[in-house]
């Protein structure tokens, strides 16, 4: 018995794996969330309040910091009359010196961030768009700042966005400014993106900021805000720098986006 | 088990799987400790294992994994059944073997086969290409085994509790659930039944008169 199910369990990974992200099995997938949506919505109202009391519990010291942390931003950006601009503000400044004008004449759709994924592994929301709303599996998605990440599966009234910060979520990214161009690749939720491919020698600093490359074969725009350049650093013996690159948008705190109703082939 | 029963007890888990991934796919999101949320349906799938022993940990925990595949997106259908059949599969091992009787255990070891289901997805996961698992390093790895290892001790007696239910036949009354939860379930092999089937010319006497 064992071996028969440990076969079974093979031979659905192969043809899983096989069948992409449109195939028999994201239709699976998708049939299973569509079903499963007002379930969700019943048993989260329902389980809601408990939740949050044990998420207060467990996360008190955690809240505490974050509390003092606020209060004491909150001190700083009275004195100190708040000098840093918003992220939506930087973005449309680097749109700006792009002399590119963010989203304009790309239709798009605004959303509600109704879920988290439910795995340890991957970084996901849910959103309360779907195909009935002409969303499609790789559209890219934004919100105030910037990029946020694409579609990765859809139903009828919802759909799964992987996020810019998950570990198998890869962007073309350009340095404003340059024509360097590398790949951001996410690093786990509240990581840093790492941008790789970019050669020792090219004129990348922090503070620089990334826009999606937009080249042939790429899946979003050219000219998507994506973050800013954190860290730059150059090993001994390494071929390619080491960049660390802060995203935009606000991965953590996502309540409302926009689906850029978009394909490559309009690109 | 009739078929009746069987089909009640099949009907019965799979409502115990939907309420599971219903439960994980919301109150889950609430339970993140460090950013890393409880696994009840891993924790269902050795909770079988612990109360139907290994026949039946095989298969409910691979249905479990199967339902909780078809809520996630970025590994292919099919790698948390097979993570959760080889858990509970082990997990019921070792009760048949080692552990019968003895509920006190059951915290202890749901959290030990939740931490091996979570090492077989990792590692099946990275054979098969899903590179992603890895890539936020060793220590994160271990964050989020030692706070799914604590949420599955925490959970393990409800859990088991309610696989105890759904496992039983339909005539069960309050007693016999927690009679089945210490004992596992009617049916399911102890230590010395299991090493008789392995050698049953130990317990057979020889006729008279052939050597």
């Not at chain 2, 509970?88 to 006190?104: D, E, T």
Request: hydrophobic letters at 50%; glycine letters at 12%; aromatic letters at 6%.
């Amino acid at each position: 018995l064992l071996l028969v199910l440990v076969l079974l369990g093979v031979t659905l990974i192969t043809l899983s794996d096989r069948s992409g992200s449109t195939g028999i099995f994201a239709k699976v997938r998708s049939y299973a969330r569509e079903a499963a949506g007002p379930f969700q919505s019943a048993v989260h109202s329902a389980l809601q309040p408990v939740g949050n009391f044990i998420y207060g519990a467990v996360n008190y010291q955690s809240l505490e910091r974050q509390n003092q942390y606020l209060r004491e931003q909150l001190a700083a950006d009275q004195a100190a009359a708040v000098q840093a601009a918003s992220e939506e503000e930087q973005a449309q400044a680097v749109m700006a010196q792009e002399h590119l004008s963010y989203l304009s004449g790309i239709p798009s759709v605004a959303a509600r961030v109704v879920g988290l994924g439910s795995s340890n592994f991957e970084q996901s929301i849910e959103i309360d768009m779907g195909s009935a709303d002409g969303v499609v599996v790789g559209q890219p998605v934004v919100a105030s700042g910037g990029l946020v990440g694409s579609v990765e599966s859809v139903s009828s009234h919802l759909a799964s966005v992987s996020v810019l910060d998950d570990p198998g979520f890869t962007v073309g990214a350009r340095v404003v400014g340059t024509g360097v161009v590398g790949a951001a690749v996410g690093d786990g939720e509240g990581n840093p993106l790492q941008v790789e491919d970019v050669n020792i020698g090219e004129q990348v600093k922090k503070g620089d900021a990334l826009v999606t490359s937009g080249l042939p074969l790429e899946h979003f725009p050219a000219g998507l805000p994506v973050g800013t350049v954190m860290s730059v650093s150059s090993p001994s013996g390494a071929l390619q720098l080491v960049i660390r690159a802060r995203p935009f948008a606000d991965l953590a705190d996502l309540q409302f986006v926009r689906v850029l109703l978009w394909s490559p082939q309009q690109g | 088990l009739t078929r009746g029963s069987w089909a009640t007890a099949t009907l019965k888990v799979l409502a115990v799987l939907a309420l599971g991934v219903l439960v994980q796919t919301t109150f889950g999101n609430d339970l993140r400790v460090h950013d890393v949320a409880p696994d009840f349906m891993m924790l269902l799938a050795v909770s079988s294992g612990f109360v139907g022993g290994p026949d039946q940990g095989a298969v409910v925990g691979f249905s479990s994994g199967f339902v909780a595949d078809l809520f996630l997106q970025g590994t292919p259908v099919g790698l948390s059944a097979l993570a959760g059949c080889l858990a509970g599969f082990s997990v019921g091992w070792l009760r048949a073997n080692y552990l019968r009787g003895r509920l006190v255990v059951a915290p202890l070891v749901v959290a030990a086969g939740t931490v091996l289901a979570l090492a077989l997805y990792v590692v099946v996961g990275y054979i098969v290409g899903q590179q992603q698992l890895v890539a936020p390093g060793d220590a994160w790895l271990v964050g989020v085994a030692a706070v799914e290892a604590v949420y599955a001790a925490v959970f393990a007696l409800p859990a088991v509790a309610l696989m105890a239910w759904a496992l039983k036949r339909p005539s069960a009354t309050p007693a016999a659930l927690s009679q089945t939860a210490v004992e596992g379930l009617p049916g399911t092999p102890d230590r010395r039944q299991l090493a008789a089937a392995r050698s049953p010319r130990r317990h057979r006497r020889s006729p008279a008169g052939v050597r």
